[in-house]
């Protein structure tokens, strides 16, 4: 077998072959080193195999423990006693590096390139879940045509130091192949007898075939029959859909990733069509009319501004750390003046854009499939249209306008502000301001009240604005010249909550500063102020002395009226009944939709996947419900299923023009 990994013997000089050589007769060849001569295909491919197999089982350890493991023995009893998850994650991945093998023909480039797509995904893995305490799911491929957003998460070092990384760990699995060339030449179609070149190429499109085939199916995860589901399941189900990391630990990343391919976002309910969802309009019609009864307000010449202020938590609620003064103390004072409580998040650390879509439609995420991370990119932008807060304004007489001072295409905001029905989006470089306060590289909350302001006095209709701010967004390291003062937390901890609750108190001074010039305004205007999540700072120890309640997805809402306010303390509440509340603070009458959130959130106020929480506090599963309180969650569940992916009957008695 002729190859180019072993060179052919040195030819005679040039006039040897016809000379005498007598003189050397009797002497003894002088014998070198032994030279291993190369081994066959056969054996070439037999050992590849084996190699690409233990390549496979050490990437795969580095996807799990980018999950945070750290040697608990529950996972290790997960993994390999209890569930098959580690090996299940590790036949995928090899699987795609015999895919690649087969493909390009170079096991130690498949293994290379291979490499350089699992260290970044495991780094980003980790840093997501010290962030936001969540894994990276399949939808967050939509972020890579945004590095600007990516960049506030990763510093530029850390980026250059992984690429670097990247670059030797290529190199190596480059160099190392061509050492082991000599010993194991890569089998060459064009050099192999016929009769072993046709087996190979025969072989290369078998396992690329075979590979493909099985690797297709992983896309179909969520379907019923999967093979791929029966593999991770053979031993019983233990998905966690209630919490993505355990879910990622337990069932293994790749199972884990795999868990939260796509999928529709609502299994049909029960009974669902026609005839049941005229039985619930009917039912929702009667209880709107009886709410409005005693409704003596109205909306229709008011400006409604909903303010998502970025991680806009109260501090001083957690335990772990002491601040030297209150940063929202402004904010408090009016929240005692108001319609005002807690909102429980969804996520530590993030998903701001879920609160928005749970606010403009009052949809829960909760009531969805888990697989349904991020409503806006897997499910609002596939539509031209979406029942929303938007279009019910919209033909109520208000103009709708969307203002976020920052790129357009996070969440695909663009594309799903056009589908909710906004007719303007003003953002970060539309602003009529885009002030900054000292080091902070995110446009403040001064100047996003501003813009706000501008639209009302530069309009003759009433508003419907959704305005998300940015000026508390990660990262805050060094963002302000004067942090508060921090104690109980030492090394950067401190400096990061001290800059986090300094940006607080600036929120907390523009609110106020908002507020005032609303009052001395001409314009009736009813405002609605919630923050979506805690940020994605505090170390395991502030965490670990908040884990026994709900703290760490609590944010401060309220309701605040131009034309006067009542203090009416309310629940925790889910940011999806925040409209019925919107018009409770205005006693203005409400469409059925709302009536049916209004009606729910007297019994149940807030939601989470795997977690139901009544108007009095207490977490209930849903089979100890009351009867009541159930007909409410089932009603809503089929709402959310007719609204969302079902055939909209009821969306023009329930919620007129809600859908344009």
Same mark, same amino acid.
């Given at each position: ?47 590849? #195999? ?7 089982? $050490? ?38 590096? @015999? ?16 490499? !350089? ?43 250059? @130091?992984?690429? @670097? ?18 010993? +194991? /030449?890569? /089998? ?42 029966? !593999?991770?399941? $053979?031993? %019983? ?19 884990? &990733? ?38 003596? %307000? ?46 429980? *998040? ?34 609002? #932008? ?10 019910? &304004? ?7 306008? !969307? ?13 799903? +502000? ?22 902070? /590289? ?58 986090? !609750? ?24 009813? $405002? ?57 603070? *205005? ?30 506090? *207490? ?42």
């Amino acid at each position: 077998m002729s190859t180019s990994s072993v060179a052919d013997p040195p030819l005679p000089a040039q006039g040897d072959e016809g000379e005498d050589r007598a003189p050397d007769a009797g002497r003894p060849r002088e014998v070198g080193p032994a030279v291993e001569e190369p081994h066959g295909p056969d054996v070439v491919l037999r050992r590849g #195999a084996g190699v690409s197999l233990l390549a496979a089982v $050490v990437l795969t350890l580095v996807l799990e423990v980018s999950t945070l493991w750290r040697g608990e023995p529950r996972w290790l009893l997960d993994q390999f006693v209890t569930g098959i998850a580690f090996y299940a994650d590790t036949l995928v991945v090899w699987l795609l590096l @015999l895919f690649v093998w087969s493909l390009i023909g170079r096991l130690w480039w498949s293994i290379g390139l291979l490499s !350089a797509v699992v260290i970044p995904v495991a780094a980003a893995n980790r840093v997501k879940i010290i962030l936001r305490e969540e894994p990276i799911y399949p939808s967050d491929i939509d972020f890579l045509s945004e590095p600007g957003f990516l960049s506030a998460f990763v510093s530029p070092w850390m980026v250059a @130091l992984l690429v @670097l990384a990247l670059a030797v760990v290529v190199a190596a699995c480059v160099m190392v192949g061509r050492r082991l060339g000599r010993r +194991y /030449p890569r /089998p060459s179609l064009r050099r192999l007898p016929r009769r072993q070149a046709v087996q190979l190429g025969l072989l290369r499109v078998g396992v690329l075939l075979v590979t493909a085939t099985l690797l297709f199916q992983t896309t179909k995860f969520n379907e019923p029959g999967n093979l791929w589901r029966k !593999a991770y399941e $053979v031993r %019983g189900e233990h998905w966690r859909y209630w919490n993505q990391k355990t879910n990622y630990r337990s069932n293994g990343f790749v199972g884990g &990733f795999l868990y939260n391919m796509p999928i529709s976002a609502m299994a049909t309910p029960t009974g669902y069509d026609q005839a049941a969802m005229d039985q619930v309009s009917a039912r929702y019609t009667a209880a709107a009319e009886r709410i409005n009864r005693t409704r003596t %307000g109205s909306l229709d010449d008011v400006n409604v501004v909903l303010v998502l202020s970025e991680s806009f938590t109260d501090p001083t609620q957690l335990d772990g750390f002491e601040l030297e003064r209150d940063p929202i103390l402004r904010t408090r004072a009016t929240m005692e003046e108001t319609t005002s409580g807690t909102m429980l *998040a969804q996520l530590y650390g993030g998903g701001t854009a879920n609160m928005e879509f749970e606010t403009l439609t009052g949809q829960s995420i909760a009531l969805f499939r888990p697989q349904m991370v991020s409503p806006y990119q897997m499910l609002v #932008a596939d539509y031209s249209s979406y029942p929303s807060a938007v279009g019910w &304004f919209k033909s109520q007489g208000h103009e709708a306008i !969307a203002i976020h001072p920052f790129m357009v295409g996070l969440y695909k905001r663009e594309q799903v +502000y056009r589908t909710l029905g906004f007719e303007e989006f003003i953002h970060d470089t539309s602003m009529q301001s885009q002030e900054m306060i000292d080091d902070n /590289p995110y446009i403040d909350d001064a100047a996003a009240f501003d813009e706000v302001l501008h639209q009302i006095e530069d309009h003759d209709d009433p508003l419907m604005i959704n305005l998300v701010t940015m000026q508390n967004h990660i990262p805050v390291e060094g963002n302000y010249d004067d942090p508060i003062d921090v104690s109980g937390v030492g090394g950067d901890q401190d400096d990061r909550i001290g800059q986090y !609750a300094r940006g607080l108190e600036h929120t907390d001074v523009a609110l106020a500063d908002f507020f005032h010039e609303l009052e001395t305004s001409d314009e009736k205007t009813v $405002v609605l102020f919630y923050g979506d999540h805690l940020p994605g700072i505090y170390d395991s120890d502030v965490k670990n002395a908040n884990n026994d309640g709900l703290g760490l997805y609590e944010t401060p809402f309220f309701v605040w009226n131009s034309e006067g306010n009542v203090h009416r303390p309310m629940p925790l509440t889910s940011p999806a009944f925040f409209l019925p509340l919107v018009y409770r603070a *205005a006693d203005a009458p409400v469409p059925p939709y709302l009536a049916l959130l209004d009606r729910m959130h007297r019994r149940i106020s807030a939601l989470q996947h795997g977690r139901i929480v009544t108007s009095d506090g *207490a977490e209930t599963p849903e089979e100890s419900l009351d009867s009541r309180s159930a007909q409410l969650l089932e009603d809503m569940r089929l709402v959310q299923y007719d609204f969302s992916i079902g055939e909209r009957y009821a969306v023009d008695e329930l919620w007129p023009g809600a859908a344009e």
